[in-house]
């Protein structure tokens, strides 16, 4: 039977930051949660917008382009940023902050294979 | 400067059901909100899956199979669903609801061109 995927279900189910759980699967693309807290690295994907939609807490990403110049984007619950392809960015949590995030399958949460994070499923 | 999107202030600037609107682009895809009430058409996108969030409200998407089998996953606030590419779908929403639906840019809401709605952007 189709059942309804509930985020804060999927989020119950794991505690530690940065690694995002698949929980659904959209036009070759991974749907996931994930918990984060801290200071990201900073990257890029060059081939991938990326999507973030803030479920509770705040989010920082910090954003430079192509000159250098930085910016940010500040996110709380119910807000979204989608980060164009290739633009550098870096993402913040003062506190604890649930997100969806939506990426290709196989795209590495860090922006380099060698250092990026099995997403698994939920 | 870049900014985030305010989902609920998106919803809040019309009034209209079954008329998404599009509110950030994302790898070829429309991201885009959408106030719902009331029983939509019976159809399917044969290239595409099609993606439903649910932030308020309550969302029963029926569902058909090959062999017309009938079955229906419904969605509250927080909950999402994907419907596979070609999979037969009908919206129903008994009180008005408000989604995040994600298509490829152009896809015809009711599944075909000659009745679709054209997606404004807020």
Known sequence: MPAAIDLAQKLSLFTEHWTPKVVADFNGHDVMVVKVKGEFN???HPDTDDFFLVLNGRLTI????AQGAESAVILGPGELYVVPKGVEHCPVAEEETHLV???PAG??????????????RL
């Open 101 to 103: 995030i939506i990426e």
């Open 42 to 44: 900073w990257h890029s």
């Open 62 to 65: 910090r954003l430079r382009d």
């Open 107 to 120: 795209t590495p949460n860090t922006g380099d294979p060698a250092t990026a994070v099995v997403k698994t």
